[in-house]
């Protein structure tokens, strides 16, 4: 809730636009279609592209090369605060079909681990799972986004689906996806 944050204001609407079609399919046609609102989404199959990554395959990317290369330092955008909440894909395909399953679901129902990170706690995991022992700096004269996403899981916790996959988990699987399909050593 509250205004949207201009750097992401686009996809915001269309998600709220895509809220408010299910709401309205529902009530014209009494299906029990529901929107299921996910957290950050990460797992093997996600984009590893530099120019395209969101933070987690970014991150990998970026401290797998700095290990490989034997960088001593590598600088992260934004200060390193700002709190997300992640979700193995895998665990969100596990919620979908828990809500398939269920005879009246809500009609919308956010999906996420529960578990918060900072950006620095996570870049320094991330750099512990892919060798990386070179000092992690941040410029904080770039921009650290939304200082806190995450979206509250009350609902489905309280229908009896939990993850199964915890971040450090989901972050190896990931990185050992992206050393096979990239052919990183």
């Known amino acids: ?15 709220i636009a895509g809220l408010k079609l299910c709401e309205a399919y529902r009530r014209q046609h ?3 279609f529901f929107a299921a609102m996910p957290c950050n989404l990460y797992g093997p199959g996600d984009t590893f592209d530099a120019a395209r990554s ?3 395959p970014a991150l990998i990317l970026t401290l797998t090369a700095a ?7 590598v600088t992260l955008w934004g200060t390193g605060a700002p709190l997300r909440e992640f979700l193995f894909g895998d665990d969100l395909a596990a919620a979908l079909v ?3 399953d269920c005879a009246d679901p809500p009609d919308l129902i956010n999906i996420g681990s529960g578990k918060e990170i900072t950006i620095r706690d ?12 070179g000092e ?3 410029d904080s004269s770039k921009p650290d986004g939304t200082p806190r996403k995450i979206v509250d899981s009350a609902r489905i916790r309280a229908m009896g689906w939990r993850p199964d996959t915890s971040l450090a988990e989901g972050l190896r ?12 050593e």
């Not at 809730?1 to 998600?15: I, Q, V």
């Not at 290990?67 to 330092?73: E, I, N, Q, V, Y």
């Open 1 to 15: 809730t509250g205004p949207l944050e201009p750097t992401n204001e686009a996809y915001a609407l269309a998600k």
């Open 30 to 32: 009494g299906k029990a």
């Open 54 to 56: 969101h933070v987690i």
């Open 67 to 73: 290990a490989r290369t034997g960088k001593d330092s």
């Open 98 to 100: 828990f809500l398939l």
């Open 122 to 133: 996570l870049a320094g995991m991330i750099a512990s799972l892919v060798g990386y022992e």
């Open 136 to 138: 992690i700096l941040f």
């Open 173 to 184: 699987q990931t990185i050992d996806w992206y050393r096979r399909n990239f052919r990183v």
